[in-house]
């Protein structure tokens, strides 16, 4: 694809087809641009969430906070703790909530990010288990600690493999309640491969693949974004590294 420029004459042209610099179609050539030039610049890995790393686009943490104030789950399950940025977002939100719990599943929690996460205020409303995501043990414990009654959320965010990723939704989908969500993080690597830091393999090997092979398996769940309560966005489209990563239980 050869893109051209013009802000004198507000045009992008896309091998050869002019478009108004201001419409949507441009708007959409630039953001997946962006996004993927951020891959390659490590973007996301510019920003922190109470003190900790978080390793997230500000507008995917924007989105994930607008379904977890709708959903108001008792208890989020996010497979990948990394530096706990997250973890303790989540936590975050739901001490502003006034309720709910946060499950973390790492195979390796390096002792000082478990440190940093003991040691912080958010703390209290966090379990951390180590050990691989879908092996039968940690799972058990995930489940034991699911009280009756509990609404819960699904956040896929360790190995993003696409046979990794069918076995945590294997693992996991039925936890999740009807009417909520499971988000699988980082399709993101469909776009982005080849480039650098993206091997070309990642075309395949990949969530979204996971994800839609998932949906042919299950009609109690759909693609669906959760919905946004406020948009005056004329129709603009997301800059995201989960473009097909929402999902939602259907209600019973």
């Avoid at 050539?29 to 890995?45: E, F, N, P, Q």
């Avoid at 009756?148 to 989908?173: C, F, K, Q, T, W």
């Amino acid at each position: 694809m050869k893109i051209s420029i013009d802000t004198d004459a507000s045009s992008l042209i896309i091998d050869g087809a002019a478009h108004d610099l201001h419409s949507r179609e441009a708007f959409a050539v630039i953001a997946d641009l962006w996004v993927k030039t951020g891959w390659v610049r490590k973007y996301s890995y510019g920003f922190s969430w109470l003190g900790r790393p978080i390793i997230q686009l500000p507008d995917d943490m924007l989105r994930i906070q607008e379904a977890i104030w709708q959903v108001q789950p008792d208890l989020i399950i996010e497979t990948g703790i990394a530096h706990g940025g997250s973890l303790i977002f989540y936590a975050s939100l739901m001490e502003m909530i006034g309720k709910g719990r946060v499950i973390g599943l790492d195979i390796d929690i390096r002792a000082h990010n478990r440190a940093a996460i003991e040691a912080h205020a958010m703390v209290k409303r966090i379990t951390m288990i180590e050990g691989s995501s879908v092996a039968a043990d940690v799972v058990a414990q995930v489940k034991a600690l699911i009280r009756p009654g509990d609404v819960v959320m699904l956040i896929l965010d360790s190995n993003h493999s696409r046979d990794h990723v069918a076995a945590e939704l294997a693992a996991y989908a039925d936890l999740v309640t009807p009417g909520s969500y499971i988000l699988s993080q980082d399709g993101v690597m469909q776009m982005v491969a080849g480039s650098p830091r993206a091997p070309a393999e990642w075309a395949d090997d990949n969530p979204i693949t996971a994800v839609r092979a998932f949906l042919a398996a299950r009609p109690d769940f759909e693609l669906a974004k959760p919905p946004r309560p406020f948009d005056e966005t004329l129709d603009t489209p997301d800059c995201s590294h989960h473009p097909v990563g929402w999902l939602r239980r259907k209600p019973a």
